[in-house]
């Protein structure tokens, strides 16, 4: 019988009854490691002042574990100075999965407007949502997730999240009581990881495969020389796939 918790199979249904009692199953989660590098820029010309990783992704697993390969992201861009010639990237957190980017235009003329991200296997605690008060507009004001409405007001910069069918994820937004409502025509940002979960975990060795850049006089210079091997602080850890439908029924019932 799919209207009961206790007796529903398929994933959807079960979800939805869950999610009727404010339980909100586990996402897939991106397996992260840390790693180190430095760039020399002795031979680099014009002499950068900084220089920037750019968002998405910047290595390789070098080699296989387990018979597949990863890659692995960060998920915003970091800059880091040069001191004597030399930028180091210390400890910089890794992800693996890919970084995706959806975009949204909210019509106010649309009550029935829905958010869902396209893509399966998003790992929903490494979400970035940002909105614009248009497509045309230069500033962005981030939103953070909320999973409750304790201490929530009429202004609160927040988004809901909810799964639904064929484990992909919605966003929504306040009504202006609980999160602060959308105007229309609010431009729309969510920038995501893809991942494989624990197909990711046990990486050891990577190889650079990022894009690093730095501006001067008002130009976008490319870095491709003087960049290290990668040091990596620790093994690729902590990679989970999306919970279960039996751990769903077992556990939304408790909270």
């Known amino acids: 019988n799919e209207v009961f918790i206790d007796t529903a199979t398929l994933r959807e249904n079960v979800v939805a009854l869950a999610r009727n009692i404010g339980y909100t199953p586990r996402s897939r989660k991106a397996a992260t490691s840390a790693v180190s590098f430095i760039v020399d820029t002795t031979n680099i010309t014009p002499k950068p002042a900084s220089i920037t990783l750019r968002k998405g992704t910047v290595a390789a697993s070098k080699g296989t574990f387990g018979g597949s390969s990863g890659s692995f992201c960060v998920l915003d861009d970091i800059t880091v100075p040069v001191v004597n010639g030399i930028a180091a990237f210390n400890e910089i957190p890794i992800y693996e999965g890919t970084v995706v980017e959806k975009n949204f235009t ?8 829905k ?6 296997g998003i790992d929903t605690d490494l979400i970035r949502v940002g909105v614009k008060n248009n497509v045309s507009s230069t500033a962005t004001v ?86 290290s091997l990668l040091t990596p602080e620790y093994t690729s850890r902590g990679g989970t796939s999306i919970e279960e439908v039996e751990s769903v029924r077992k556990y939304a019932p408790k909270i």
């Open 106 to 113: 909210y019509s106010a003329r649309n009550p029935q407007q």
């Open 115 to 120: 958010f869902v991200l396209p893509n399966v």
């Open 142 to 227: 981030k939103y953070a997730l909320q999973d409750n409405l304790f201490y929530v007001g009429s202004d609160s910069k927040i988004f809901f999240l909810q799964e639904v069918a064929d484990e992909r994820y919605e966003i929504f937004f306040g009504d202006g009581v609980f999160g602060k409502k959308l105007d229309d025509q609010n431009y729309i940002t969510t920038t995501y990881l893809v991942t494989n979960g624990d197909s990711g975990n046990g990486f050891s060795q990577f190889a650079f495969n990022g894009r690093l850049t730095y501006v001067r006089d008002g130009n976008e210079y490319t870095v491709t020389s003087g960049i």
